[in-house]
C-alpha cells in the first residue's frame, strides 16, 4: 500500500521559514512519481501549492519566488521549503501522488495522499 507522510508544520510568525517533508512509505519516491503539494484552509477547499514531475516543478502564482520544491532521494522525501510566510499561507499541508511524468495541479488527479500537516503563520 502507497502511503505518505507529511512532517515539518508548526507556528511561524510573518516573515519566518518553515520546511515541509513528505515521506514515502513502503516504496520508492523515484522521478516516475509526480508529488503535489496542496493545502486547505477552514472553509476553503483544497488548493494546489507546488509540484514536481521528473524535474520539473511548478508553483501556485501564490507561492511562486517564496516555496521551492525537491526531491531527497537519500532520504525518500519530497519536501517544500516556504519562505516569506504570510498569514494567509496559514492551512493543513497535504503532499499526494500519483504515478507517471505529467505533471497536474488537480486535487483528483492524485492517487494516494498523506494526512496532512497543519502550518500556522501568526504573531
Known amino acids: 500500500q502507497l502511503q505518505l507522510v507529511e512532517s515539518g508544520g508548526g507556528l511561524v510568525q510573518p516573515g519566518g521559514s518553515l520546511r515541509l517533508s513528505c515521506a514515502a512509505s513502503?516504496?520508492?519516491?523515484?522521478?516516475?512519481?509526480?508529488i503535489g503539494w496542496f493545502r486547505q484552509a477552514p472553509g476553503k477547499e483544497r488548493e494546489f501549492v507546488a509540484s514536481?514531475?521528473?524535474?520539473?516543478?511548478y508553483f501556485a502564482d501564490s507561492v511562486k519566488g517564496r516555496f521551492t520544491i525537491s526531491r531527497d532521494n537519500a532520504k525518500n522525501t519530497v519536501d517544500l521549503q516556504m519562505n516569506s510566510l504570510k498569514p494567509e499561507d496559514t492551512a493543513v499541508y497535504y503532499c499526494?501522488?500519483?504515478?507517471?511524468?505529467?505533471?497536474?495541479?488537480?486535487?483528483?488527479?492524485?492517487?494516494?495522499w498523506g494526512q496532512g500537516t497543519q502550518v500556522t503563520v501568526s504573531s
Open positions: 513502503g516504496f520508492t519516491l523515484d522521478y516516475y512519481y509526480v
Open positions: 514536481i514531475a521528473w524535474t520539473s516543478t
Open positions: 499526494a501522488g500519483k504515478l507517471g511524468l505529467v505533471p497536474t495541479t488537480e486535487v483528483n488527479d492524485y492517487d494516494f
